[in-house]
């Protein structure tokens, strides 16, 4: 061995883990700065009461009842419950969640000139997407859970049946209630990342947001060809523990794609949504 080999000092063995460390000090920085950002703004707390709307749905039919002797009973609560999920949350309400706040993530950003300042520090590019989208999904989710589980229990309040309580408790139905969660969190992940994708670079993101919710994923989706493998709806729906709209074309249409394949899917939207959100932020110069 020469004297100069010898001399040269040995790498360290715990670098690698060090600057595992420093990255998701990153990402936690980033984090923790734009969770409280979201929190002190107006858009979440205007999400959350339109969240809550779809699930004051079974308190209007109880008013309803009281004004109105025709008005009929009120329809199995787990039936009511899985309906609304199919129709308002599965096409309304996820979609306005993952439009208003995925857009967000890197063009407010942009456009109130705060990005500048996360640039100014030491930090990655890809900490800042990925810190930004992190802390969207958890607070979007807490919102859209918040108001799946009011649903719920409002649905069985509303049964007002003596044992109501022991069967809203029943282990299988609030198997269906956590899994219907699940879905929804791990959808909407997906939704927010791919919109912040667009965000980043298309001008006018809402626009073509808009298009792609109440166009294509409404409409491909229900359609007997293979076209619609490529919405992030079908897969999302596929995911679910219970039959909702698109299942019951399935009998007509074929069998549905294998849940596992489904939900590989949307990790890989996920990810490649956020890939290229990372990469647009690099291309660009930031004033």
Known sequence: MSATAAAQPLPSAPAAPRRVALRLAQVRAVFGLSLRITLRGKRIWILGFIALVPALLPVLHMVLVRLFTHVGR???????????VSVLYLHVLLYVLALACGLAI????????????????????????VGRWLSTW???????????????ALSWAAQQ???VGRRALDHFNLTILALDCLVFVFALGAYLALFSC??????????WGVVF??????????LPARLKWFTLMYHAQTLFPHKVSVNKLFSVWG????????????VIVTVV?????????????IR
């Open 273 to 285: 949504s956020l890939a290229l959100t990372v990469w647009n932020l690099k291309r660009r110069e």
């Open 138 to 152: 958890l607070v979007t989710s807490v919102v859209l859970v918040g108001s799946l589980i009011a649903l719920y």
């Open 198 to 207: 667009v965000g980043a670079w298309l001008p006018h993101g809402e626009r």
């Open 213 to 222: 919710c109440f166009g294509w994923e409404s409409l491909i989706t229900y």
């Open 106 to 129: 890197v063009s407010d950003e942009v456009e109130d000139k705060t990005l500048v300042h996360l640039l100014l520090r030491p930090l990655p590019r890809w900490a800042i997407v």
């Open 161 to 163: 049946e003596f044992d």
């Open 74 to 84: 009120f329809p199995p609560a787990m039936d009511f419950f899985k309906n609304v």
């Open 255 to 266: 069998e549905p794609l294998p849940k596992l394949t489904c939900a590989l899917i949307l």
